[in-house]
């Protein structure tokens, strides 16, 4: 392993820090946290070619080799069974209670995402994730924020408990991988 690639397994701990530590409604966490390294990205990046050629969804190939050439990926994703209890409707449901009952009355991964989600929950999900990206940045790390790679991990099991989730690979080198890729 390079100096490199020790300091951006660092920088993804620091930023697992900044996504945990980010804001949260209420002040509870549904945030987990994921470092995938070594072999695992191999792993992670077999589910994400395997689902794109099940669902003749090319970018998720494209990415899995981004995961490939990574240094580390951070997966972060948030819990499924969780509401805040505003019953504010902007999941689609009226209350809560609805929203929660609903999730039990879907079959859980018939899409890439489970859900519905209470949505004040996915925004907590964005803040961590954009909080953790900035972490990576300050740190002069090249990353990418990925669904399809919050779906390898989910499809893998990885994040037990959640229902949406995103990748960040990380790579430490003298071009960043993650732009001017081809389509």
Known sequence: MTLESDAVETVARLMALSARTAPKARGTDVIKT???TGED???LAR????????????????????IEASDACLIIGALLADAVGLDC????????????????????????FGGP?????????GIAVGSAAKTAS???????????????ALSL????????????????????IFFDRTR
């Open 138 to 152: 300050i740190h002069n790390v090249d990353n990418r924020v990925m669904y399809t790679a919050g779906v390898g």
């Open 41 to 43: 990205r191999t792993v």
């Open 89 to 112: 409707g902007g999941c689609g449901y009226p209350t809560c209670a609805e929203m929660l009952k609903a999730q039990g009355e879907k079959p859980q991964r018939a899409t890439p």
């Open 47 to 66: 589910a994400m070619r395997e689902f794109g050629e099940r669902h003749n969804a090319p970018f998720f190939i494209r990415d899995a080799g981004n």
């Open 157 to 176: 099991g990885w994040l037990e408990g959640c229902g949406v989730a995103y990748g960040i690979p990380l790579r430490a080198s003298g071009k960043d």
């Open 34 to 36: 994921l470092l995938v």
């Open 117 to 125: 989600n209470c949505a004040v929950r996915m925004a907590d999900l």
